[in-house]
């Protein structure tokens, strides 16, 4: 998902990624920028490591999670590095951020999997469920879940009340009923209610997510999303202005992200 695609109907939710590189490979993507937006990882396979100033040392596997917003801009790409797993398997997730935030200050964070609510087979990445609030700074009016069903196991997700927009994807396994969903493969549910889902005769590994919807317009740059030129061109004059004081890459480790 992107947004120029289905990032415009699921919107704050604007762009998902499946990733599944073999762990060296973690690090090799260049420090790049962004602002107006916030990125969510969150791993539901194999591990990493994070090593940060503010938040300290520590390991992301299933569940655990690296949040960012970006703000008026930072630099970011090499913040973490390989874990003991060969392989990796995870979703990034960025969300548009509302006028107040999208030009404001920087903000991260790194959670490790037991610092994260759990309730039923669901994780609560962002906003709260079931009387499970996640420690995530996001705005709110979110909701994001990282979920594994048992072969054959249902499970009903009940969105909260003004939560008019909803998706899913699946990273391991299938979800069956009218319409399967598939590995790889994300659907864009619609309607309003409690979304009974239930996993294949392997199980499945997905996030789940709703929101009120986010009222204004998508206004991107290359690594930006804004809800108006002016406030674009604000952030990427600001991106501009952080380039010129990145620090040296570290070749051997994690450079935390750059938030000048």
């Given at each position: 998902?992107?947004?120029?695609?289905?990032?415009?109907?699921?919107?704050?939710?604007?762009?998902?990624?499946?990733?599944?590189?073999e762990?060296?490979?973690?690090?090799?993507?260049?420090?790049?920028?962004?602002?107006?937006?916030?990125?969510?990882?969150?791993?539901?396979?194999?591990?990493?490591?994070?090593?940060?100033?503010?938040?300290?040392?520590?390991?992301?596997s299933?569940?655990?999670?690296?949040?960012?917003r970006?703000?008026?801009?930072?630099?970011?790409?090499?913040?973490?590095?390989?874990?003991?797993?060969?392989?990796?398997k995870?979703?990034?997730?960025?969300?548009?951020?509302?006028?107040?935030?999208?030009?404001?200050?920087?903000d991260?964070?790194?959670?490790?999997?037991?610092?994260?609510?759990?309730?039923?087979?669901?994780?609560?990445?962002?906003?709260?469920?079931?009387?499970?609030?996640?420690?995530?700074?996001?705005?709110?009016?979110?909701?994001y879940?990282?979920?594994?069903?048992?072969?054959?196991?249902?499970?009903?997700?009940?969105?909260?009340?003004?939560?008019?927009?909803?998706?899913?994807?699946?990273?391991?396994?299938?979800?069956?009923?009218?319409?399967?969903?598939?590995?790889?493969?994300?659907?864009?549910?619609?309607?309003?209610?409690?979304?009974?889902?239930?996993?294949?005769?392997?199980?499945?590994?997905?996030?789940?997510?709703?929101a009120?919807?986010h009222?204004?317009?998508?206004?991107?740059?290359?690594?930006?999303?804004?809800?108006?030129?002016?406030?674009?061109?604000?952030?990427?004059?600001?991106?501009?202005?952080?380039?010129?004081?990145?620090?040296?890459?570290?070749?051997?480790?994690?450079?935390?992200?750059?938030?000048?």
């Amino acid at each position: 998902m992107s947004p120029g695609d289905y990032g415009k109907i699921v919107k704050p939710f604007v762009f998902l990624d499946l990733f599944s590189p073999e762990a060296h490979a973690v690090g090799d993507m260049p420090l790049h920028p962004h602002s107006g937006l916030a990125t969510i990882t969150v791993l539901t396979e194999g591990d990493l490591r994070f090593d940060d100033p503010v938040s300290g040392s520590g390991t992301l596997s299933y569940g655990g999670v690296e949040w960012m917003r970006a703000g008026n801009g930072v630099w970011h790409g090499k913040e973490m590095s390989p874990g003991t797993a060969a392989r990796i398997k995870g979703f990034q997730l960025w969300i548009a951020l509302p006028p107040e935030l999208e030009n404001g200050a920087v903000d991260s964070q790194y959670l490790e999997a037991p610092a994260m609510p759990v309730t039923g087979p669901a994780t609560v990445i962002m906003g709260e469920y079931d009387g499970a609030k996640s420690p995530v700074r996001s705005p709110d009016g979110i909701n994001y879940l990282l979920v594994t069903l048992k072969p054959g196991q249902s499970w009903i997700y009940t969105p909260p009340e003004g939560h008019d927009v909803a998706w899913l994807a699946v990273s391991h396994g299938a979800l069956m009923g009218s319409v399967p969903v598939e590995a790889g493969e994300m659907a864009v549910l619609e309607g309003s209610g409690p979304v009974v889902l239930d996993g294949s005769s392997e199980g499945a590994t997905f996030v789940i997510g709703s929101a009120v919807p986010h009222p204004f317009d998508l206004v991107t740059g290359y690594y930006s999303v804004h809800t108006s030129k002016v406030a674009l061109i604000k952030g990427e004059a600001h991106i501009e202005e952080l380039r010129a004081r990145l620090p040296t890459q570290n070749p051997t480790g994690p450079t935390p992200v750059f938030r000048g």
